[in-house]
């Protein structure tokens, strides 16, 4: 899946869009989400930056629905615990032979959580699928964050990629010499696959140091970055977009649902 965020940062229909721009847009609008009093705002930002994510970036829908899937699940799982464990208000529903209710306030703070989580979720799978890693590591040293810091989150970035290429290189190995036939092969085969994981993701961390000082690496990573100006009507509509998310969160803050 990461390999395919990255690929898909990479050939989007708005990978020529200012990624300092996208990033704004994207940031802002995980902000208002998460400081919204209603879900009318999050829901806005979720469906203007689905659309922006299917229309203009032509992200395939089936994926992307598999993306989002994963962060409305767990929201899911939280909010049947937020649902019951809320009170005030009217009872909506009570669970028979059981301390257990739903009521007003409960469904209402539910609901505001599901569409926090979704607009913002929306907003974040905007920035991942539309900007690549190496132009945001390259707007965080233009902002002075601390080299250090940038430093770290791209080796931890490529280790990642490591990570993952190594696990499924031991998984295939594995299933070819049916390793996962049965229950207690599985679990036997699935313990070999972490020690093996870390002895060579060590290793492969040990070789890149190597690399790094055989090219006289002096303690700075450094970022391939390309300018890409703002244009003006892109600016002038990703702050109108911003200001309308705004004056509906500013209106709808006092309205509830239930």
């Not at 300092?20 to 940031?27: D, E, P, S």
């Not at 998460?34 to 930002?45: I, M």
């Not at 089936?62 to 937020?82: E, H, N």
């Not at 699935?190 to 093996?196: N, Q, R, S």
Request: aromatic residues 10%; glycine residues 8%; proline residues 4%.
């Amino acid at each position: 899946m990461y390999e395919v965020l990255e690929d898909f940062a990479q050939t989007n229909n708005l990978r020529e869009t200012s990624p300092a721009l996208k990033l704004f847009i994207g940031t802002a609008s995980i902000l208002l989400c998460v400081s919204s009093h209603a879900p009318f705002a999050p829901l806005l930002v979720a469906a203007s930056m689905s659309t922006a994510v299917l229309a203009l970036a032509k992200i395939p829908a089936r994926f992307y629905a598999k993306l989002l899937l994963v962060p409305v699940s767990f929201a899911a799982m939280s909010i049947v615990v937020v649902l019951f464990i809320t009170g005030g208000g009217a009872v909506l529903l009570e669970v028979p032979d059981l301390p257990l209710a739903i009521t007003a306030g409960g469904a209402n703070l539910a609901l505001l959580l599901l569409a926090r989580v979704f607009g913002g979720m929306c907003s974040l799978y905007f920035i991942a699928l539309t900007t690549p890693m190496t132009e945001i590591f390259d707007i965080l040293r233009k902002l002075r964050v601390p080299a250090v810091l940038i430093d770290l989150a791209m080796l931890t970035y490529r280790f990642i990629f490591i990570l993952i290429e190594e696990a499924g290189q031991i998984y295939r190995s594995q299933v070819m010499r049916l390793g996962y036939g049965r229950f207690r092969e599985s679990v036997r085969s699935f313990g070999m696959l972490g020690g093996a994981l870390f002895i060579r993701t060590w290793e492969s961390g040990e070789a890149l140091v190597l690399a790094m000082d055989a090219r006289c690496y002096d303690g700075r990573l450094g970022i391939a970055g390309e300018t890409r100006q703002i244009s003006a009507p892109a600016l002038a509509g990703g702050l109108l977009y911003l200001s309308a998310v705004f004056a509906v969160s500013l209106s709808t803050g006092g309205l509830v649902i239930v």
